[in-house]
């Protein structure tokens, strides 16, 4: 259906030795991008969304090219690939038009924060994931 796409500003402190952005400031992106996905749209359209917490269970990684530091944001494309009763799998490209740099994945698993163990996805946030659900297909 649609991608969500955050602007995601560089710092220069997310440079490494080499003068490229260091891969754990990938992992920080992506939560940026899934945070404005998940918390600022999942309240803005479907109420409250996700309020109850969630953790992430897996990441997944392919680092294409280097990214270096830059006034501009590089964008982050996000989308639900799989919905199950107790998880979701967030896709990622981060790129600049044409260039894509990293391609990720993360399952996030519902939490209830105040029992302290996973719970179901409920029927609001399942309808609002759907709204980001795409078939996945790489644009090259």
């Known amino acids: 259906?649609?991608?969500?796409?955050?602007?995601?500003?560089?710092r220069w402190a997310d440079m490494d030795a080499y003068g490229h952005v260091n891969n754990v400031a990938f992992l920080r992106y992506l939560e940026e991008a899934r945070i404005d996905l998940m918390f600022r749209l999942g309240s803005q359209e479907g109420g409250a969304t996700f309020s109850g917490g969630s953790v992430?269970?897996?990441h997944e990684i392919d680092y294409l090219r280097p990214l270096?530091?830059?006034h501009t944001p590089v964008a982050i494309e996000t989308w639900v690939s799989d919905i199950?009763?107790?998880?979701?799998?967030?896709?990622?490209?981060v790129r600049d038009g044409e260039r894509v740099y990293a391609r990720a994945s993360?399952?996030?698993?519902p939490y209830n924060l105040a029992e302290e163990?996973?719970?179901?996805?409920?029927?609001?946030?399942?309808?609002?994931?759907?709204?980001?659900?795409?078939?996945?297909?790489?644009?090259?």
Do not use: N, W
């Open 84 to 93: 199950t009763a107790a998880s979701m799998t967030l896709r990622y490209e």
């Open 106 to 109: 993360t399952v996030v698993v």
């Open 56 to 58: 992430v269970a897996r």
């Open 68 to 70: 270096v530091h830059r």
């Open 117 to 140: 163990r996973p719970r179901r996805i409920t029927a609001e946030e399942k309808a609002f994931l759907e709204r980001y659900r795409d078939d996945g297909t790489v644009v090259a």
């Open 1 to 10: 259906m649609a991608r969500h796409v955050f602007p995601c500003p560089l």
